[in-house]
């Protein structure tokens, strides 16, 4: 799958022109990796074929593949689940950091519309939630064309907004969806994590799974400086001047035990919780994605 990472590489789909389009290409090349990597079993969209072998049932004939080839070939899977799925977007303003081409919401914009693309494939029905301190969006789960369509031309157009409070869109999300099904978060989670598992948990409660993928910038991750650097609040007015040597090592002990906080609770919710650099390529998320989906079926 190597060679097809460049389709799945942020900064390239930052070049490429239309939502439709990214999520399409990041969507097929995927899933080109796939058909020529050791994952299968996949129940995605494209179906495997097998020859006709006696007593198989003549149902899952593809009679395509007969007119072509003038021989049997079964279908052995392309199922119609009916999932519903949620996508919930922050777009709060310190989701607008970026250290290189790609800012945290642009990545989480491209991974939202390409899982909603991949969602659509399979035949489920996908929704939408943005939100910052407040929901500001909501596109109820669908699986139609036209309604798909409609969400990715909302990711299009998508700016930061004010400051995070991630608990209410979660105990929000929890209340309005009544139907059981998948919910998946797609944050920076800055914010309080006893009040984000709390919403979690309230969304667990109502009986759906759920997926979050935290998203973060690699110099958040690693803080690479090394001269003296003014940081901003992206949230607030706060600035201060600092020597990087001097707070680095507070700093990764505090990022870490966040992170660890969050891992070890959604692990006891049996939450999946995956961390994503914004300098990756997203095909380890989707990986996550069907992972989570392939245990569920």
């Known amino acids: 799958m190597a060679n097809n990472l460049r389709f799945l590489d942020p900064t390239v789909l930052s070049r490429i022109s239309g939502m439709e389009l990214r999520a399409r290409t990041v969507v097929e090349g995927f899933i ?73 919401l642009a990545y989480g914009s491209y991974l939202a519309a390409s899982l909603g693309y991949l969602i659509f494939q399979q035949r489920d029905g996908v929704g939408l939630m943005t939100f910052d301190n407040e929901v500001l969006q909501f596109i109820p789960s669908r699986n139609r064309r036209g309604h798909l369509l409609s969400i990715l031309r909302h990711l299009e ?6 400051q995070t409070k991630l608990s209410l869109p979660l105990h929000q999300i929890a209340e309005i969806v009544n139907r059981k099904g998948l919910i998946i978060l797609i944050s920076d989670l800055l914010d309080d994590p006893a009040t984000v598992l709390d919403g979690l948990q ?68 049996q939450v999946d919780y995956h961390l994503l650099n914004t300098s990756k390529p997203l095909d380890f998320a989707l990986f996550g994605y069907l992972n989570n989906r392939s245990r569920k079926g």
């Open 32 to 104: 080109y990796g796939l058909h020529r990597s050791p994952y299968r079993g996949f129940s995605v969209e494209f179906a495997e074929y097998r020859e006709y072998a006696p007593g198989d049932d003549t149902r899952f004939i593809d009679w395509k593949v007969f007119a072509r080839s003038d021989r049997y070939y079964l279908k052995e899977f392309e199922e119609e689940t009916n999932l519903s799925c949620h996508i919930l977007l922050d777009v709060s303003s310190s989701m607008n950091y970026k250290s290189g081409a790609v800012s945290k």
């Open 157 to 162: 157009q998508v700016e930061a907004g004010s």
């Open 202 to 269: 309230h969304i667990r409660f109502k009986g759906h799974d759920l997926i979050v993928f935290h998203i973060m910038d690699d110099t958040e991750l690693n803080f690479p400086f090394d001269n003296a650097t003014r940081f901003m609040d992206m949230e607030g007015s706060a600035e201060f001047l600092a020597i990087p040597s001097m707070v680095r090592e507070n700093y990764m002990k505090r990022l870490n035990a966040h992170i660890e906080e969050f891992k070890q609770g959604c692990g006891r919710m």
